[in-house]
């Protein structure tokens, strides 16, 4: 692949004016005082048992305490581990049963982003709750494409409060296509996850969720990357990529590296893009997901390049020595295909409206026993996703499906960002934009829709739908309702459910609704 003969895309495609930053609560990142410390790199979790065709796992959600800063360590939660979680691998074809596992203190649940599984219950959202010391055990089995996923705790109205604790960790499917690529893949190697988050610490290193908490989406002062607070990592090949995962509650990434240093993207959610995309800049809104491979073929050992996010540095790469690499990114990576649409059907319509506690997806807060739309199993339909905010006083907003990847059609019926051609399970709707995407459900169930922006869907800009079959179009899910979450929750909390106070649910209050 020759950059000659391909655009260099050095603007972030999306809304200038509706970047975070021009947020009345927005809240500036500042470089810690702190030393710099190496990336801290997942490692990848090991199979209880494995066969041919099955795979047994145990992801556990465990508190812990963390050394992130000098001095005392940081109370944390983490999957198998006390914060964040090792790298899970799936691959396509595989059946796995996964046991999972809650230590704890109060009940969560575990959403596989990206994973194209049934739903409600093995996707993990709000209606798949896992108490403490009760551990359940599902079964599915993996086919799609290889693509960077991640899996976090989903349980509403409490998916900020775990998230910002520490429980998000990185999912990778692999497949034989993707394996039979000149790209990267030595891990930990030449191919790394990138978690992006971004925490306040207090003067006992501790976080304060509830007060930092913005209904409009809660941000911190410090970036941590993987974990890790001003990380280095040291480049040993001349080629390294990067699986970039937006895990924050609310910050965008701005991403762009010194000497303007071209990104080759390759993937983006849902896995390989059609063809290679050169970028020297790349924004990512919460959720998504961005692979890219950078080349290091003009520097020496001894050099540094560093990763900013608008003007802040977040990571740097000291370059060390390397054996030449001479390999190419193939032109074609992946064939990105979907059934056509009858020209007849309904065209779905969500309409995300609002901000701060005014959020909203058509006119409606989040019914945690309401089912808002449905679709037939197996058959594509368009769905049009329109932000309504003003153009210069909104947000862009990403909107997330669970069930599955979609494709971008248009935006406010032009083409979709350049490095947006593959398959997307979220996808940032700038204000006053409506996008048109593709959307087909493989299996069934009770699945969520939402703003990605993690306190806006726990205030209430979400909805479920249901996907249906043809011989049982009504079927009956045991849905989690209000007042067994509550129960719950009061009990673990060790207080009454009038005691108790969910910062989300201001939001329901403010707007004179509940989550029934």
């Known amino acids: 692949m020759s950059e000659e003969k391909q655009p260099i895309y050095d603007k972030y495609f999306f809304n200038e004016s509706a970047y975070d930053y021009h947020d009345g609560g927005y809240i500036p990142l500042e470089v810690a005082d702190v030393p710099e410390s190496k990336l801290n790199i997942p490692s990848v979790l090991k199979p209880d048992k494995e066969t041919e065709t099955d795979v047994w ?85 993996v086919d799609q494409p290889a693509a960077t996923l991640w899996l976090h705790a989903h349980p509403c109205p409490e998916t900020g409060w775990d998230v910002w604790h520490g429980l998000a960790a990185p999912v990778v499917v692999t497949d034989k296509h993707e394996a039979s690529l000149p790209l990267p893949r030595n891990y930990g190697v030449d191919d790394i996850p990138v978690i992006l988050q ?6 006992n290193n501790q976080w304060n969720y509830d007060k930092d908490y913005d209904p409009d989406g809660t941000e911190g002062k410090t970036a941590l990357i993987n974990g890790t607070v001003n990380p280095t990592f040291d480049v040993t090949t001349q080629k390294l990529r990067l699986r970039f995962l937006d895990g924050s509650n609310r910050r965008e990434w701005r991403l762009h590296l010194s000497d303007d240093l071209v990104m080759t993207q390759i993937a983006s959610d849902g896995g390989l893009l059609p063809e290679p ?68 059907a309904l065209v779905h319509q969500v309409v995300m409206s609002g901000t701060d506690e005014a959020v909203m997806i058509n006119g409606k807060k989040f019914g945690m026993m309401r089912i808002d739309d449905r679709q037939e199993l197996g058959v594509a339909e368009y769905w049009d996703i329109t932000n309504t905010n003003d153009c210069c006083g909104g947000m862009v907003h990403p909107y997330h499906t669970h069930g599955g990847s979609f494709k971008i059609i248009s935006r406010n019926g032009e083409a979709p960002y ?47 739908m249901q996907v249906y079959t043809k011989d049982d179009p009504h079927k009956k899910y045991k849905l989690m309702d209000m007042d067994t979450l509550l129960n719950a929750l009061a009990k673990e909390r060790h207080c009454t459910v009038d005691q108790l106070h969910l910062k989300s649910l201001d939001s329901y209050k403010a707007m004179g609704m509940d989550m029934c």
């Open 57 to 141: 796992y145990t992801v556990e959600a465990e508190p812990g305490e963390t050394q992130i800063l000098p001095g005392k360590k940081t109370k944390t939660w983490g999957y198998n581990q006390s914060l964040l979680g090792p790298t899970i691998v799936y691959k396509s074809g595989k059946t796995y049963h996964v046991t999972l596992k809650n230590s704890l203190p109060e009940l969560t649940t575990f959403h596989w982003h990206g994973l194209d599984v049934p739903g409600p219950y093995i996707d993990g959202g709000c209606h798949a709750p896992v108490y403490p010391n009760q551990p359940k055990e599902i079964t599915f089995k």
């Open 198 to 203: 971004d925490r306040t610490f207090d003067d």
């Open 277 to 344: 995309v050169l970028l020297k800049k790349l924004m990512l809104t919460c959720a998504e997901r961005a692979e890219v491979v950078l080349d290091f073929k003009d520097y020496k050992p001894g050099d540094q390049v560093t990763l900013y996010t608008d003007d802040v540095p977040i990571l740097k790469f000291n370059i060390k020595a390397f054996t030449p690499d001479t390999t190419e990114i193939p032109q074609h990576l992946a064939d990105i295909t979907y059934p056509d649409v009858d020209k007849n």
């Open 418 to 464: 350049p490095n947006e051609l593959g398959y997307k399970d979220t996808v940032g709707v700038n204000p006053g934009e409506t996008v048109r995407v593709k959307m087909r459900f493989n299996y069934p169930g009770i699945f969520m829709y939402h703003c990605h922006i993690i306190e806006h869907e726990d205030g209430g800009m979400m909805a479920q």
